[in-house]
């Protein structure tokens, strides 16, 4: 069914769904097929607050078009917005607390109010699109280093893929994969997203590629380093120049550290590296481990994009301890961590990713699971 989709290019990144077909299939899946009276309950414990407030004025929504969820970082409008169509049409555009309406389309803000700058700001800047909605589909545009993408989730009971543009054959060098692995051009919003106090930031600045083999972590006693990763990195630059730069840096903010030609102690880590080209420092947490000859396992890949291995790896802490309590109660690590645990495999190929759960799990369940702990952070 050709749906008409909002688009707005500041937004980070957009889910639409067709809402009619969801529902059912959210409630065949917790009815019939889950059957998991706990967590009902607690869904039903989140839709029925006494502390109800009409933010929408009797809006409703009409369940037979398109409904679209953005997440907004700009100088006018930042956090969630969501957009549907309304079963009643308005003459003229109305300003609700929370959103706006224009004809059949509403702009709802349900964290925040709206303010009547955003609402113009919002109607003036939203495109449209023709793009037809499937059942088991959630269609994705996200904003990747300047551009806007396009793909789509979809899932069968035990499988969830995603699938986007092909990409074009970029042969470049990446770390034979191990573990969880992940290797792709570095996102240019990541380092804006990650806070200055973070000492090692310093080593992604002017950073054009990375591969990662990642295998867990542990508590350690250490008060400067109370986390030691298990981990491989190969960081490739824009230019030599940008390679040294970053790491004098990191040399600087740790000269308390003992460091040596190819290796510094950080806290129980003897971390081990290497300059294996002009722009390209490869890093490891442990050299026996991972590069006992000196040299790091290198392999090809044809698009410069891989993504392969254990999901649970991400989330898994060894010598947890009482502070496994303390984290169980962070709300977006328990539910990653549950969300991770149920995975067999993540893939990927060249149109996009396939992530397999494991036979006892239901993927629209977990994905709801998830984002209801992550709504009550």
């Given at each position: 069914m050709q749906q008409r989709i909002p688009i707005i290019h500041e937004a980070s990144f957009?889910?639409?769904?067709?809402?009619?077909?969801?529902?059912k299939e959210l409630i065949s899946t917790e009815l019939f097929e889950v059957k998991n009276q706990l967590f009902l309950n607690e869904l039903h414990q989140l839709t029925s607050s006494k502390a109800k407030k009409n933010k929408l004025d009797g809006v409703h929504m009409d369940l037979q078009?398109?409904?679209?969820v953005f997440y907004i970082q700009s100088t006018f409008f930042k956090g969630l917005l969501i957009h549907f169509q309304s079963t009643q049409e308005s003459s003229k555009k109305v300003i609700g607390a929370h959103y706006v309406q224009r004809e059949k389309d509403v702009f709802y803000s349900p964290l925040t109010p709206l303010t009547r700058k955003q609402s113009k700001w919002i109607l003036n800047n939203v495109k449209w699109k023709k793009r037809s909605v499937l059942p088991r589909q959630l269609i994705v545009h996200?904003?990747?280093?300047g551009q806007l993408i396009e793909g789509s989730l979809q899932w069968t009971q035990h499988e969830l893929q995603y699938v986007t543009q092909g990409q074009k054959t970029n042969q470049t060098l990446i770390l034979s994969p191990r573990s969880f692995h992940y290797s792709n051009q570095f996102p240019n919003k990541v380092l804006s997203s990650i806070p200055k106090q973070f000492s090692l930031r310093c080593l992604l600045n002017s950073l054009d590629r990375i591969s990662l083999n990642y295998d867990g972590g542990k508590l350690t006693e250490d008060e400067q380093f109370p986390f030691a990763p298990s981990f491989e990195v190969l960081l490739e630059y824009k230019n030599p120049g940008s390679m040294e730069s970053a790491l004098k840096t990191a040399q600087s903010i740790f000269d308390t550290l003992e460091w040596k030609e190819e290796g510094v102690r950080m806290g129980s880590q003897e971390i081990f590296f290497k300059r294996t080209s002009p722009k390209t420092l490869y890093i490891c947490s442990d050299k026996q481990v991972f590069c006992p000859t000196g040299t790091p396992n290198i392999t090809r890949c044809q698009t410069g994009f891989l993504c392969k291995g254990d999901l649970g790896r991400l989330t898994s802490i060894k010598n947890i301890g009482w502070a496994g309590l303390v984290l169980d109660m962070i709300p977006a690590f328990r539910a990653s961590k549950e969300l991770f645990d149920g995975t067999k495999e993540v893939r990927s190929s060249n149109y996009g990713m396939e992530i397999t759960f494991k036979p006892e799990k239901n993927v629209l369940h977990e994905l709801l699971k998830t984002m209801v702990v992550f709504g009550q952070e």
């Open positions: 957009e889910l639409t769904a067709h809402p009619l077909s969801l529902i078009q398109a409904m679209s996200q904003k990747l280093n």
